[in-house]
């Protein structure tokens, strides 16, 4: 089955700096690559999304980089605000294995200080 | 539109006791899916169902069952409930796009179960 491994697993930047979260996964037929944001007892919430036909997706100040040869995509927040502190989530999922389901990673908890 | 929820919120059981978490979409959803979240460990697939009156294991699916009669609900049973699935249980639900196409999955609020 597929294995996603995420790194780190704690991110700490000051305020207006960038951030870059990295997950690696095994199953090459892996097609679709979210990301959640989980503030503290609240549910994940999706916050970007790259499918395997794209290389790069960016939505204001959050974009998604996906290098298929390498089985690599990365998450990276630009101009960090507070509020920007969670825990982020990548997973994959293979549509065609049925189900959709989701193989997620084990989180980044990033914090920005003021 | 209240998307996804869940009941309860908060269950405290003793060990050998019997439970039902409920996770209910309105967004005509055909897929659903049971999570559980333990610290360090992210979010690992229970069970799913690809629709009304099916279901599939996931990752991790001792210790639980579950059936979907209805397309908006998703029930997950533990017949003897043990301290190892002390947890934060979440229910997801998506859209079936085709089948090379996956879709957003979105969250209910979650469980919080302790097992004594």
């Known amino acids: 089955g597929e294995n996603v491994e995420q790194h780190p697993s704690t991110l700490s930047v000051q305020e207006g700096d960038s951030a870059v979260i990295k997950c690696t996964y095994s199953?090459?037929?892996?097609?679709?690559f979210p990301w959640y944001k989980q503030e503290l007892g609240k549910r994940p919430q999706l916050i970007i999304d790259?499918?395997?036909?794209?290389g790069e997706k960016k939505d204001q100040r959050i974009a998604v980089t996906l290098n298929k040869t390498a089985k690599h995509f990365s998450l990276h927040i630009t101009e960090t605000q507070p509020e920007d502190s969670a825990v982020y989530f990548c997973?994959?999922?293979?549509?065609?294995?049925?189900?959709?389901?989701?193989?997620f990673g084990t989180g980044t908890q990033l914090k920005v200080e003021l | 539109n209240a998307g996804v929820t869940q009941t309860p919120k908060f269950r405290v059981l003793k060990t050998g006791q019997s439970m039902t978490l409920l996770c209910a979409q309105d967004?005509?959803?055909?897929?659903m899916y049971w999570y559980r979240q333990d610290p360090g460990m992210g979010l690992r697939l229970i069970h799913y169902?690809?629709?009304?009156?099916?279901?599939a294991k996931g990752e991790v699916p001792d210790g639980y069952n579950v059936s979907r009669l209805k397309k908006q609900n998703f029930l997950l049973g533990l017949e003897s409930a043990a301290p190892s699935q002390t947890s934060v249980y979440f229910c997801?639900?998506?859209?079936?796009?085709?089948?090379?196409?996956?879709?957003?999955?979105?969250f209910g609020p979650g469980t919080r179960l302790t097992v004594l």
């Open positions: 997801a639900s998506s859209y079936h796009l085709s089948l090379s196409t996956a879709d957003t999955q979105y």
């Open positions: 199953d090459s037929a892996s097609n679709y």
């Open positions: 790259i499918r395997s036909n794209v």
């Open positions: 997973a994959a999922s293979n549509a065609a294995g049925g189900g959709n389901k989701l193989t």
């Open positions: 967004m005509n959803h055909e897929y």
């Open positions: 169902s690809v629709g009304e009156g099916t279901t």
